[in-house]
């Protein structure tokens, strides 16, 4: 058996240490084209911000110790040109020397990943124009950052952008970023990312969004962007993080199949159109395993359990018993933004509204652990479930400590199919230190679940905007203190505090009459128990998913 696997960077090496351990005698030969084989590609901001010190420790899986270790034939510096699928030959140029060479194979593991997508601008070649794949940028980045950049400019503000600015700013540079949507991170829905945008203005990142960059220009040994209605900027560096595309084109060369995406397709098995070749990691497409959606996720995580499965069915493991199969994407992801944390796992509320699929909302802001123990953080967690059956479709966090942990939590209540109710009696670690009697995760399933029971009907903070700006007739009621109430509020909301609510419902009768009220407080809970107490007497009552916080975020 002679397996030859294209790409050695997480899938690939996955691929392969995985299948020698399978089968110690196959011959298993690891092509990567570039000079680093198996190298931690997610860590290159933290190299270049200093909290990484080494570059050795990028390298996961030293070179040596996969060819004596893992008995490998790995050869970086090989890239793989044109594939054979007729012979089950792949063609090889030695890049250092330009040798061409013929490699045979029985089964084929291809994983080239994904090239970073560049703006099509003019200007974007220029020295001091970058993008961050590999250590070799990550190395240029460095050179430009020691020649004494005092300004950058990151286009992009996704994940990849935002723990550039981050790192930059770390260093002392000055930070510019752009992005050409609304917000930045647009995997995450308005309300979760702008804490996000809050924390970036405060570190003192400029944010600049709803802008299109036209071009980069050499000025004085300056870069300067352009952008449409003529704005610019100067910099000493410029980062292109716009994105990434499936490289997926030695594939398509191939007579492989792709899918809508550009990326190769595969089946449960990673096995592409042909039986003898597999695909994995950010070049493949695979369906997103809440809505069945195909797309290219291009994260670590994916790719390493895709490269295990592809190298269990190519050794001939898949056919018994112990047979696996690739579940889907959900796209579970995380990042840090100085003092913010931010996340998402499964289908986002836009997502949903794009593909027409109906779901409800629960918001909740608790503390990360228990709010009388020194050092409680703030978070707003969002989760989005079915209206029918209440099965979670998707999950959004920002805040400090703990959100991961909760992130995680749902994350595998997706992978289980589990319901709203389930969350409600899912049995959390608790102290005080680490979390409540009644963990976030239980808060947003007590929500969500009393919602689907009628015990609280919402209104989300963008549809009373929506139902505000219409003109919509509605009865604003803010149950907060007077005192929070003068500091801040929703436009034409009366203030009847929750703690007076009972004795002062003739107040509340004469200015709604039978119509709509809404209700809401700081975060929802004495929202919560204004909704009860006004439904009980009669009014047609709603509270503010999130209450005030979440509507802060809206507007």
């Known amino acids: 058996m002679k397996l030859v696997i294209v790409g050695g960077v997480a899938g690939g090496a996955s691929a392969a240490a995985r299948a020698r351990r399978i089968d110690e005698h196959a011959e298993i030969v690891l092509l990567e084209r570039g000079p680093d084989v198996s190298f931690a590609n997610c860590g290159l901001p933290y190299y270049l911000s200093g909290e990484i010190t080494e570059r050795a420790k990028l390298l996961v899986t030293p070179l040596e110790r996969l060819r004596q270790r893992y008995k490998l034939d790995a050869r970086p510096l090989s890239e793989v040109t044109s594939i054979d699928i007729e012979k089950h030959e792949v063609e090889v140029r030695d890049v250092a020397t330009g040798t061409i060479n013929r490699e045979r194979f029985d089964k084929l593991i291809l994983s080239p990943g994904a090239a970073p997508r560049m703006p099509g601008i003019p200007g974007q070649d220029l020295p001091g124009v970058h993008s961050l794949r590999s250590l070799q940028d990550a190395d240029r980045i460095m050179a430009r950052l020691h020649a004494g950049v005092k300004h950058a400019v990151i286009m992009g503000g996704g994940f990849i952008g935002l723990e550039m600015a981050e790192c930059l700013a770390h260093r002392g540079v000055g930070v510019t970023l752009i992005e050409r949507n609304p917000h930045v991170l647009m995997a995450l829905d308005p309300e979760i990312a702008r804490p996000v945008a809050d924390e970036l203005a405060t570190r003192g990142v400029n944010v600049l969004t709803q802008r299109k960059v ?188 703990g959100v991961d942990k909760r992130l995680d939590v749902l994350a595998m209540a997706i992978q289980g199919k589990m319901t709203v109710y389930d969350l409600e009696e899912a049995d959390l670690c608790y102290a005080p230190p680490f979390g409540s009697a009644k963990d976030p995760v239980n808060m947003a399933g007590f929500v969500a679940a009393g919602l689907l029971r009628g015990d609280h009907p919402q209104i989300t903070a963008a549809e009373l905007r929506d139902h505000i700006t219409a003109g919509t007739a509605t009865t604003l009621v803010d149950v907060r203190t007077a005192a929070e109430f003068e500091r801040g509020t929703v436009p034409g909301a009366i203030n009847l505090p929750v703690d007076e609510l009972r004795t002062r419902l003739g107040e509340l009768t004469s200015v709604a009459g039978s119509g709509p009220v809404v209700v809401f407080c700081q975060v929802g809970m004495r929202g919560y128990l204004a909704t009860r107490i006004l439904l009980q007497n009669g009014f047609s009552a709603r509270n503010v998913s999130g209450g005030y916080t979440s509507w802060t975020r809206a507007i």
């Not at 900027?233 to 995406?261: H, M, R, Y």
């Not at 069945?292 to 295990?308: D, I, K, M, S």
């Not at 796209?331 to 840090?336: F, L, W």
């Open 214 to 401: 036209t071009g980069i220009h050499s000025i004085h040994g300056l870069l300067r962007v352009t952008m449409e209605g003529g704005e610019s900027i100067d910099a000493g560096l410029v980062v292109i993080g716009i994105g990434v595309t499936p490289e997926s084109d030695l594939a398509q060369k191939a007579g492989l199949a792709l899918g809508k995406s550009g990326g190769i397709k595969v089946d449960r098995h990673m096995r592409t159109s042909h039986p003898d070749i597999y695909a994995v990691g950010d070049a493949v497409e695979t369906p997103n395993i809440v809505t069945g959606e195909l797309a290219v996720v291009a994260l670590g995580g994916p790719a390493n359990r895709q490269g295990r499965i592809a190298a269990a069915h190519a050794m001939g493991r898949a056919e018994s018993l112990l047979d696996s199969s690739y579940r889907g994407s959900q796209g579970t992801a995380i990042v840090r933004v100085f003092g913010r944390t931010a996340g998402c796992t499964g289908a986002s509320e836009r997502m949903l509204k794009r593909l027409n699929i109906a779901y409800k909302t629960a918001t909740v802001h608790p503390a990360h652990h228990a709010g009388y123990y020194p050092g409680a953080e703030g978070m707003t967690l969002k989760v989005v479930f079915a209206p029918n059956d209440g099965r979670i479709l998707g999950a959004q966090a920002v805040g400090g400590a």
